[in-house]
């Protein structure tokens, strides 16, 4: 067994949802737990064979946790152009002509992420694209995921023409004689991809989430939660956890379909004992994902009144109520986690509704349900996260008036409903548990520059700024409660999230405090080391 003991620095045992912190100068790991803290620790560094760290004025840290992301789409970018690093829509086009040009045989290209702020409206042409990918279909997806830009060839391979209808629970965004521009929404998005675009091959799949896992452990980060798991992705993540591939745990929750939830039971449950059957600690399927509604940015996400640019607006639901009830009161009763992804504050209150049915009709239980993202939320739901016992994981980097914030978001809803965003800090002092997560790849995966945002209510790269609704930050202290012992909560893991005794040995080096520095300056402290229950991955 592996003693190893961490000095010279400060060690922050846990910080709680309220900000307050607990701190030593030592701590001793014992094979996977946290065997000693102060002194005690300190004199195990005389054990033979003890393996002694010393931090070099340094910080250790509880490991963080990430929240909400998509790991497999996130190593996936790398394959095709780079568009995410375009500055304009000239940028993008570029970068698809690249591209091409290294590839003249590929059959398809498939990229991501595009910025949707840079057409108006978000609204994307197929003709620009058809100036650089000729009759290569092509299909790039915008940053938020529940949009995809499609060139001609592509919608010809769709077989999408003006007469084509909209599907269930999506949009072909049309010009005004009616003939698709080549702007996919939501489901019609998806189930282009899903049934049009050739899938990338199970080694890349693979590769993808070993890079993204091995970019997390870099970072300090231990365990993540993949928020949209389709049954073909399965066997990627069974083939990474044969193959010793994972570098981070990972939580699979499968996406549960609207029309299909009542079939998907029986294979859920079975797709989640497999997991369990192979027993491998950084593995874990204990989750279900729902979608109620889309994004703001494309007025998808759903209102409970207009939007303030559509006054015959109010989103797009992806599921009858009744039904999301009896999905979520069945997939509870197997055992299950929700997770339910939530934006407009329709949805936002549709999700709690949904969660108190499952509360009043199942047997009563420890729950750990979450509502993702939290992105608007009535005033009058605030106290409902914690009546009952709901996570609110919010992704904190959105929490800032950016170019997205102001010429999408603001727009659409209009300025008498822009304070009801991101209202972390209300919801905090509601006495509810809040944890962070990023949905990378939609914005980065860092929780750095995240936590200083949640702290700042402004981007770090402009330390200078006004804070965007103020009275919604939070203490850094509160912030870093929602990386350790929050997000631990949403894994189900009472055992991880803190350094005291007793506890999984999951940790990170940081070269200065989170907790006492700068805020601005949180993005650039270095990680030095990263542990994984007692194992060096970083």
Not at 80 to 89: M, Q, S, T
Not at 463 to 472: D, I, K, V
Not at 485 to 500: D, H, S
Request: aromatic share 8%.
């Amino acid at each position: 067994m592996t003693l190893t003991v961490f000095t010279g620095g400060t060690i922050i045992i846990e910080a709680d949802r309220a900000g307050n912190t607990r701190t030593s100068d030592a701590v001793a790991f014992a094979g996977d737990r946290v065997a000693a803290l102060g002194a005690a620790a300190t004199a195990l560094a005389a054990e033979p064979g003890a393996v002694t760290v010393d931090l070099a004025g340094g910080t250790l840290a509880p490991g963080i946790g990430e929240g909400h992301a998509h790991p497999v789409l996130g190593g996936l970018e790398a394959i095709g152009p780079n568009v995410r690093e375009a500055a304009d829509l000239a940028g993008i086009l570029a970068a698809v002509a690249e591209w091409r040009a290294r590839h003249p045989d590929a059959e398809w290209i498939v990229g991501a992420s595009y910025d949707a702020t840079f057409a108006p409206g978000g609204v994307f042409d197929a003709t620009w694209l058809d100036e650089v990918t000729g009759d290569t279909p092509t299909i790039l997806r915008s940053w938020d995921y529940h949009t995809a830009w499609v060139n001609s060839a592509a919608l010809a391979a769709g077989s999408i023409t003006a007469e084509t209808p909209d599907p269930p629970l999506g949009r072909y965004v049309r010009r005004a004689d009616g003939t698709p521009t080549g702007t996919l929404q939501e489901a019609a998005a998806n189930t282009f991809i899903a049934e049009v675009v050739p899938p990338f091959a199970l080694a890349d799949r693979v590769s993808a989430i070993e890079s993204a896992t091995l970019d997390y452990a870099r970072q300090g980060t231990t365990w993540v939660q993949d928020a949209w798991v389709e049954t073909s992705d399965i066997p990627t993540y069974l083939a990474a956890a044969r193959e010793d591939r994972l570098h981070t745990r990972v939580n699979l929750a499968f996406r549960a379909d609207p029309s299909l939830w009542r079939e998907q039971l029986d294979s859920f449950v079975a797709h989640r004992a497999e997991i369990r059957a192979l027993g491998h600690e950084r593995l874990s399927a204990e989750t279900i994902k729902f979608f109620v509604d889309g994004v703001i940015e494309n007025h998808t996400a759903l209102l409970a009144e207009p939007y303030a640019d559509r006054p015959d607006e109010r989103g797009l639901p992806n599921w009858e109520e009744s039904e999301l009830t009896a999905a979520a009161i069945a997939f509870d009763d197997a055992g299950f986690q929700l997770h339910i992804h939530a934006i407009g504050d329709s949805a936002n209150r549709i999700a709690l509704d949904t969660i108190a049915a499952v509360r009043a009709s199942n047997e009563p239980r420890q729950r750990a349900h979450v509502i993702a993202h939290v992105a608007m939320l009535a005033p009058a739901d605030i106290e409902r996260f914690a009546q009952l016992d709901v996570i609110a994981n919010f992704e904190p980097y959105w929490a800032q008036c950016d170019a997205v914030m102001q010429d999408l978001t603001i727009p659409h809803i209009g300025h008498d409903r822009e304070g009801w965003q991101y209202l972390i800090g209300s919801v905090l002092r509601s006495g509810a548990t809040v944890s962070f997560g990023s949905d990378w790849p939609v914005t980065t995966k860092d929780w750095r520059p995240a936590l200083a945002t949640a702290v700042t209510r402004h981007s770090h790269l402009e330390p200078a700024a006004e804070p965007w609704l103020p009275h919604e930050r939070v203490s850094a202290g509160a912030a870093l409660s929602a990386y350790t012992m929050g997000t631990a909560k949403q894994a189900l893991a009472p055992e991880r999230g803190t350094l005291n005794v007793g506890m999984i040995a999951d940790a990170v080096w940081l070269s200065n405090d989170p907790l006492t520095v700068d805020p601005n300056s949180i993005p650039s402290i270095e990680v030095r080391g990263t542990w994984l229950a007692g194992a060096r991955t970083h």
